[in-house]
């Protein structure tokens, strides 16, 4: 009786002593409160390629800061940062990868309600919201020197000021891309007309061939679902997808039809040469007959019949549907049809996996390369290895980048798993098993990534803390099984994100034994979805400069193999070596087009033709830097995946407004840049540098008619470093993905084949009203609605003002433009423009679609 007294009595002073703990940090939090405002001064600055940036800060709490109680981390997307012109009362600092840190020089006070400004410089111009510093928080000292508290600088109390000069949304003297103003939106939209609905493209993508007549047939559940043996799969979806559009069950049968209906079933086709994924879609009186060449071929003529369902009754589902009568001949252009994802950067959860793989199978793309190991995150439960998430999946702040954590990356903040951020998460074998399971399903091959030797930081921090605990526990032997580092390594890089420590060791058996580690265990979640694995993807981009130059294993390695010569030539030693070990596991290689060059004596990157025949299949993303390297590649016999980051890389911002979300290293990537791509002939697409140069061709490599053979196909990317959560994602992937998706399947258009730029340039402005056309009044608003919505991209309206009428059209004709001039936001119920209208004033646009979705407000002053 006594002992549960005190034990209660215990626990309710535990509660009160925790609660006041709690209550004296909050009181810490509130009463350490800093504003902060951060500026891009200029990008036209003295420094080429250079920027001029400013911190203003606010002591807003009762506590004076000085040189030694606080710092200021933050990420930031990777620059170096220049040595200070004038002195400054503190100091930005890059700490490793987006890591940086303001720290008080000395001397530095700053009373409470004071506020002070921190100039600073750096390379690599900003231009983008998406640029300025996330993820701020600030760390307190005590007397000390030692962390007293974090805290976390709120919404509120952070202001990024606008971008409105064009200093600012350029990216120097040399960045010729014109700014994206009303005004030039307004004469770029010129070139697209609004067509009538009967002109529309019928499918997205475009099918080999397809006729219609004016006869319909009414499809409601009346119609039963007949499937041939196999083809259940197929049948249960279409019938779920119906369901869902009409609110009634069709049902599903096996054997001989009594009635007309829906009819699934494979047979001999072939479409175009093609009979792999091949179908035919006939809808008449007797009903809809679907005839693919496998199951896929089925999968994909079901799909079909999906896309010439009305927008109409996506927007409003109805028991009936109306359908015309067609027939639909088709086969996809290229048997790889690819999109990349990044959940390493910034995670993504398992129903948005989910949802994307729905979105993919839809405009039949059918790999999906899953990139889960990055440098700031390995998102795969590994059995035997749980480090790689218990560290390695989780980012949070650290004293130093030597500890057994991953440090904030990307805006992810200090605390692990906070809510709003995207640094921490991982999939567990079971959520990776479903996702497998899922996408069999949507025919639809996943092809796991572990990107290695470079891009390596969050296995390297995992392993590390793995031999530290087994060093701890005494088993040398086994803490040495999987480390990844030489331990006496003192090479100095920089990798292309701003990490000094991201690469392995090529020289450590370990290292090898780490990545078969891997392999086995993802081949066993393969095997446990009932799935063969049969590719692997093994990375192998971006290893910088310097590295192995400074490693006695490394140089161990050189000596034993003199015909190496160099260290930069070691990633050559070390994709040969793990290609064996993937070979014997009956595995093609897929990876980064550098991991099959090797550097010249100049530094520069030429092609290694050691692994052609070799089961090794690179992807080619650089056709801006070296421009004809996928036709070379292709030309020497290798198989190659497409994936120009010109055309294909849809974390390319959409355009240089600041306020769309996204990277320009590469220039500027929106739809038309996804739909207009001649794969065989890539400097008909191509015509500008990064920087909006015209770019010259000559000299170059054209692909040899013989090689096409060699184009697998091609593939799409979304790499993360800017995309927080699932709406920014789909609102870089849509409408993206839908021409990439035209690229991909489509058979070769016409203008692909036309030499004269002129003549080319002419037949592909019509081609791209038609798509432009057909994405406005049908695809999009029907994405509004399919799996309970996605979120995607309305461009904003273009307006020109002559003699203060406001003249305005948009990108996607069938779009609508609503106005306001009081200045509040328009919305569905604003005025609907039809005609160059007078107002003075401010005026705002938005362009809405048939689902009532809108883009963001143009905003104009009219004199």
């Given at each position: 009786?006594?002992?549960?007294?005190?034990?209660?009595?215990?626990a309710?002073?535990?509660?009160?002593?925790?609660g006041?703990?709690?209550?004296?940090?909050?009181?810490?939090d509130?009463?350490?409160?800093?504003?902060?405002?951060?500026?891009?001064?200029?990008?036209?600055?003295?420094?080429?390629?250079?920027?001029?940036?400013?911190?203003?800060?606010?002591n807003?709490?009762?506590?004076?800061?000085?040189?030694?109680?606080?710092?200021?981390?933050?990420n930031?997307?990777?620059r170096?940062?220049?040595?200070?012109?004038?002195?400054?009362?503190?100091?930005?600092q890059?700490?490793?990868?987006?890591?940086?840190?303001?720290t008080?020089?000395?001397?530095?006070s700053?009373?409470?309600?004071?506020?002070?400004?921190?100039?600073?410089?750096?390379?690599?111009?900003?231009?983008?919201?998406?640029?300025?510093?996330?993820?701020?928080?600030?760390?307190y000292?005590?007397?000390?020197?030692?962390?007293?508290?974090?805290?976390?600088i709120?919404?509120?109390?952070?202001?990024?000021?606008?971008?409105?000069?064009k200093?600012?949304?350029?990216?120097?003297?040399?960045?010729?891309?014109?700014?994206?103003?009303?005004e030039?939106?307004y004469?770029?939209?010129?070139?697209?007309?609004?067509?009538?609905?009967?002109?529309?493209?019928?499918?997205?993508?475009?099918?080999?061939?397809?006729?219609?007549?004016?006869?319909?047939?009414?499809?409601?559940?009346?119609?039963?679902?007949?499937?041939?043996?196999?083809?259940?799969?197929?049948?249960?979806?279409?019938?779920?997808?119906?369901?869902?559009?009409?609110?009634?069950?069709?049902?599903?049968?096996?054997?001989?039809?009594?009635?007309?209906?829906?009819?699934?079933?494979?047979?001999?086709?072939?479409?175009?040469?093609?009979?792999?994924?091949?179908?035919?879609?006939?809808?008449?009186?007797?009903?809809v007959?679907?005839?693919?060449?496998?199951?896929?071929?089925?999968?994909?003529?079901?799909?079909?019949?999906?896309?010439l369902?009305?927008?109409?009754?996506?927007?409003?589902?109805?028991?009936?549907?109306?359908?015309?009568?067609?027939?639909v001949?088709?086969?996809?252009?290229?048997?790889?049809?690819?999109?990349?994802?990044?959940?390493?950067?910034n995670?993504?959860?398992?129903?948005?996996?989910?949802?994307?793989?729905?979105?993919l199978?839809?405009?039949?793309?059918?790999?999906?390369l899953?990139?889960?190991?990055?440098?700031?995150?390995?998102?795969?439960?590994?059995?035997?290895?749980?480090?790689?998430?218990?560290?390695?999946?989780?980012?949070?702040?650290?004293?130093?980048?030597?500890?057994?954590?991953?440090?904030?990356?990307?805006?992810?903040?200090?605390?692990?798993y906070?809510?709003?951020?995207?640094?921490?998460?991982?999939?567990?074998?079971?959520?990776?098993?479903?996702?497998?399971?899922?996408?069999?399903?949507?025919?639809?091959k996943?092809?796991?990534?572990?990107?290695?030797?470079?891009?390596?930081?969050a296995?390297?921090?995992?392993?590390?803390?793995?031999?530290?605990?087994?060093?701890?526990?005494?088993?040398?032997?086994?803490?040495?099984?999987?480390?990844?580092?030489?331990?006496?390594?003192?090479?100095?890089y920089?990798?292309?994100?701003?990490?000094?420590?991201?690469?392995?060791?090529?020289?450590?058996?370990?290292?090898y034994?780490?990545?078969?580690?891997?392999?086995?265990e993802?081949?066993?979640m393969?095997?446990?979805?009932?799935l063969?694995?049969?590719?692997?993807?093994?990375?192998?981009?971006?290893?910088?400069?310097?590295?192995?130059t400074?490693?006695?294993i490394?140089?161990?390695?050189?000596?034993?193999?003199?015909?190496?010569?160099?260290?930069?030539?070691?990633?050559?030693?070390f994709?040969?070596?793990l290609?064996?070990?993937?070979?014997?596991?009956?595995?093609?290689?897929?990876?980064?087009?550098?991991?099959?060059?090797?550097?010249?004596?100049?530094?520069?990157?030429?092609?290694?033709?050691?692994?052609?025949?070799?089961?090794?299949v690179?992807?080619?993303?650089?056709?801006?830097?070296?421009?004809?390297?996928?036709?070379?590649?292709?030309?020497?016999?290798?198989?190659?995946?497409?994936c120009?980051?010109?055309?294909?890389?849809?974390?390319m911002?959409?355009?240089?407004?600041?306020?769309?979300?996204?990277?320009?290293?590469?220039?500027?990537?929106?739809?038309?840049?996804?739909?207009?791509?001649?794969p065989?002939?890539?400097?008909?697409?191509?015509?500008?540098?990064?920087?909006?140069?015209?770019?010259?061709?000559?000299?170059?490599?054209?692909?040899?008619?013989?090689a096409?053979?060699?184009?697998?196909?091609?593939?799409?990317?979304?790499?993360?470093?800017?995309?927080?959560?699932?709406?920014?994602?789909?609102?870089?992937?849509?409408?993206k993905?839908?021409?990439?998706?035209?690229?991909?399947?489509a058979?070769?258009?016409?203008?692909?084949?036309?030499?004269?730029?002129?003549?080319?340039?002419?037949?592909?402005?019509?081609?791209?009203?038609?798509?432009?056309?057909?994405?406005?009044?049908?695809?999009?608003?029907?994405?509004?609605?399919?799996?309970g919505?996605?979120?995607?991209?309305?461009?904003?309206?273009?307006?020109?003002i002559?003699?203060?009428?406001?003249?305005?059209?948009?990108e996607?004709?069938?779009?609508?433009i609503?106005?306001?001039?009081d200045?509040?936001?328009?919305?569905a119920?604003?005025?609907?423009?039809?005609?160059?209208?007078?107002?003075?004033?401010?005026?705002?646009?938005?362009?809405?679609?048939?689902?009532?979705?809108?883009s963001?407000?143009?905003?104009?002053?009219?004199?």
């Open positions: 009786m006594r002992t549960g007294f005190y034990a209660t009595l215990f309710l002073l535990i509660i009160c002593l925790n006041c703990r709690q209550a004296e940090k909050s009181s810490i509130e009463g350490r409160q800093l504003a902060i405002s951060w500026e891009l001064v200029s990008n036209f600055t003295d420094t080429k390629d250079g920027f001029d940036a400013r911190f203003k800060l606010t807003k709490s009762d506590v004076a800061l000085t040189d030694a109680n606080w710092a200021l981390f933050f930031m997307s990777p170096p940062i220049l040595p200070a012109k004038t002195p400054q009362p503190a100091t930005v890059h700490i490793n990868g987006d890591w940086y840190k303001l008080p020089n000395q001397g530095f700053l009373a409470p309600g004071a506020s002070t400004e921190v100039l600073y410089q750096g390379t690599e111009a900003v231009t983008k919201v998406t640029d300025a510093p996330l993820g701020l928080y600030v760390v000292y005590d007397k000390d020197g030692k962390e007293e508290n974090i805290v976390q709120a919404q509120a109390n952070y202001t990024i000021v606008p971008f409105t000069r200093e600012q949304m350029l990216r120097g003297t040399g960045d010729l891309y014109p700014l994206a103003t009303s030039n939106t004469q770029n939209n010129l070139a697209v007309s609004l067509l009538p609905v009967e002109q529309l493209q019928k499918i997205i993508p475009s099918p080999v061939k397809l006729t219609t007549s004016a006869s319909v047939l009414t499809l409601n559940s009346s119609l039963p679902i007949y499937a041939e043996k196999g083809l259940e799969s197929e049948a249960n979806f279409l019938s779920q997808k119906l369901k869902t559009l009409t609110g009634k069950d069709f049902s599903v049968n096996a054997g001989t039809a009594t009635t007309k209906g829906i009819f699934l079933k494979t047979g001999k086709i072939s479409i175009n040469g093609v009979a792999k994924e091949a179908y035919r879609l006939g809808i008449d009186g007797n009903g007959s679907i005839v693919g060449s496998d199951a896929a071929g089925v999968f994909y003529g079901v799909q079909s019949l999906l896309a369902i009305p927008t109409t009754t996506y927007l409003t589902p109805s028991a009936d549907i109306p359908l015309n009568y067609v027939q001949d088709d086969a996809p252009r290229f048997e790889f049809r690819g999109m990349h994802l990044d959940v390493s950067r995670f993504q959860t398992k129903e948005t996996i989910l949802r994307l793989l729905d979105l199978a839809f405009y039949k793309v059918n790999k999906f899953f990139y889960t190991t990055e440098d700031e995150g390995w998102r795969l439960e590994i059995d035997g290895l749980p480090e790689l998430t218990k560290v390695g999946a989780q980012r949070e702040h650290t004293s130093g980048k030597e500890t057994a954590v991953l440090h904030p990356a990307y805006g992810s903040g200090p605390k692990a906070d809510e709003g951020k995207y640094g921490s998460g991982y999939y567990t074998k079971a959520d990776f098993i479903d996702i497998l399971k899922y996408a069999k399903e949507r025919h639809i996943v092809i796991p990534e572990v990107n290695l030797p470079g891009h390596a930081r296995a390297i921090k995992a392993m590390e803390a793995r031999y530290d605990r087994l060093m701890k526990e005494g088993k040398e032997k086994e803490a040495n099984e999987y480390r990844l580092i030489d331990p006496n390594d003192n090479s100095v920089l990798s292309a994100q701003g990490y000094t420590d991201n690469v392995v060791s090529v020289g450590l058996e370990s290292t034994h780490f990545y078969e580690k891997v392999v086995d993802i081949t066993k393969y095997k446990e979805a009932g063969p694995m049969d590719v692997m993807h093994a990375g192998g981009d971006e290893v910088p400069d310097g590295v192995w400074k490693s006695p490394a140089a161990n390695v050189l000596k034993a193999n003199p015909t190496i010569k160099d260290p930069k030539n070691l990633q050559a030693y994709f040969g070596k290609r064996e070990r993937l070979a014997k596991r009956n595995l093609e290689v897929h990876a980064w087009e550098e991991a099959v060059l090797v550097k010249a004596t100049d530094g520069k990157l030429v092609m290694n033709p050691e692994f052609v025949g070799k089961g090794v690179p992807y080619v993303w650089n056709n801006l830097f070296d421009i004809d390297l996928g036709n070379r590649l292709a030309n020497a016999g290798y198989p190659v995946v497409l120009n980051v010109s055309n294909f890389y849809f974390d911002a959409y355009n240089n407004d600041p306020q769309e979300p996204g990277l320009y290293w590469a220039g500027y990537v929106d739809t038309r840049n996804n739909w207009a791509f001649a065989f002939d890539m400097f008909k697409t191509t015509y500008k540098t990064s920087m909006g140069k015209p770019l010259s061709f000559a000299w170059l490599e054209r692909m040899k008619p013989e096409r053979k060699n184009v697998r196909g091609i593939e799409s990317q979304l790499w993360s470093e800017t995309v927080k959560g699932r709406d920014m994602a789909e609102y870089d992937m849509l409408p993905l839908l021409g990439f998706a035209e690229s991909a399947w058979p070769e258009r016409p203008w692909e084949t036309i030499e004269n730029r002129q003549a080319r340039e002419t037949s592909m402005k019509t081609g791209w009203n038609v798509f432009a056309n057909t994405l406005a009044q049908k695809d999009l608003p029907r994405l509004a609605h399919i799996n919505g996605y979120t995607y991209r309305l461009p904003l309206p273009g307006v020109h002559e003699k203060g009428m406001v003249n305005a059209n948009v996607l004709p069938g779009l609508r609503r106005y306001t001039t200045g509040s936001e328009p919305t119920q604003s005025p609907v423009y039809k005609s160059p209208v007078k107002v003075s004033g401010t005026v705002k646009l938005r362009s809405f679609d048939a689902a009532g979705r809108s963001r407000s143009a905003v104009v002053v009219v004199p």
